[in-house]
């Protein structure tokens, strides 16, 4: 496994992914720990915990997730997107709408190039940012709305992918398919987290932000 610097106090944080991690922000504005740049998913939520816990440590949050973004979709954009940037902390989520496309016929993409395309990615970032601390998210789904057991086999085999793939860049995994499976085992309905079975509800992002942030950020820091 590879040895890289984490800072305990990143300073520039930088969420990257599809439409869950977009949700509905304003891409024409590039401010940090704005709102409106944040959009209104886990990612804002995050934020919001973040700027709380750390009012002394000067945080910088930016979004760039873009709605219907797969692996190569972040390649093509990841100089200016990411390593302009500069982050500190690199929070990534993306690989549903690899699976998702390649079922509706619009993508052929495979498990075998979603690793090749998304491992390639990781190393261009730890060549790039060699002090950047990585944390890849667990796609995940809910089978409701448009998820059927059509989406199983192939999901489970790309959702092992990328924790694999978080094993060998020395990234910190944050487990949200997990987490959905397991607050669905307590008698909810899968469509009160993610009511199409892929973009989380208001509900949906908060859990999603809570799991992220303990498992980034543990134990957590309170100001005093």
């Given at each position: 496994?590879l040895?890289?610097g984490?800072?305990s106090?990143?300073r520039v ?10 949700a509905?922000r304003?891409r ?8 409106a ?10 934020m919001?915990?973040l700027?709380a ?5 000067d ?15 972040l390649e093509a954009?990841w100089?200016r997107?990411?390593?302009d940037l500069k982050?500190d902390?690199?929070s990534?989520?993306i690989?549903?709408?690899?699976l998702?496309?390649r ?6 993409g495979t498990?075998?190039s979603y690793e090749?395309e998304?491992g ?5 970032t730890?060549?790039?940012l060699?002090?950047?601390r990585?944390?890849?998210c667990e796609?995940?789904?809910l ?5 059927d057991e059509s989406w199983?086999?192939?999901?489970d085999?790309?959702?092992a992918?990328a924790?694999s793939?978080a094993?060998?860049?020395a990234?910190?995994?944050?487990p949200?398919?997990a987490?959905?499976?397991?607050a669905v085992?307590?008698?909810?309905d899968p469509a ?6 892929v973009?989380?509800t208001?509900?949906?992002?908060q859990?999603?932000?809570?799991v992220w942030y303990e498992r980034v ?6 100001a005093?």
């Amino acid at each position: 496994m590879l040895q890289v610097g984490m800072p305990s106090q990143p300073r520039v944080v930088l969420f990257q992914g599809d439409s869950i991690t977009d949700a509905g922000r304003v891409r024409g504005n590039q401010n940090p720990n704005d709102p409106a740049a944040m959009g209104r998913g886990y990612a804002f939520l995050a934020m919001c915990r973040l700027l709380a816990a750390r009012p002394q440590a000067d945080m910088l949050v930016y979004n760039r997730g873009i709605s219907g973004n797969r692996v190569p979709d972040l390649e093509a954009r990841w100089q200016r997107d990411c390593v302009d940037l500069k982050p500190d902390l690199v929070s990534i989520l993306i690989g549903i709408n690899d699976l998702w496309h390649r079922l509706g016929g619009s993508s052929h993409g495979t498990p075998k190039s979603y690793e090749t395309e998304f491992g390639a990615l990781l190393t261009r970032t730890r060549t790039a940012l060699p002090e950047a601390r990585l944390v890849l998210c667990e796609p995940f789904v809910l089978e409701t709305g448009v998820v059927d057991e059509s989406w199983s086999s192939e999901f489970d085999e790309r959702r092992a992918i990328a924790e694999s793939l978080a094993q060998r860049h020395a990234a910190t995994w944050v487990p949200f398919h997990a987490t959905f499976r397991s607050a669905v085992a307590r008698d909810t309905d899968p469509a009160y987290w993610a009511d199409d079975g892929v973009h989380p509800t208001p509900a949906g992002h908060q859990l999603m932000a809570d799991v992220w942030y303990e498992r980034v950020f543990t134990p957590p820091v309170h100001a005093v």
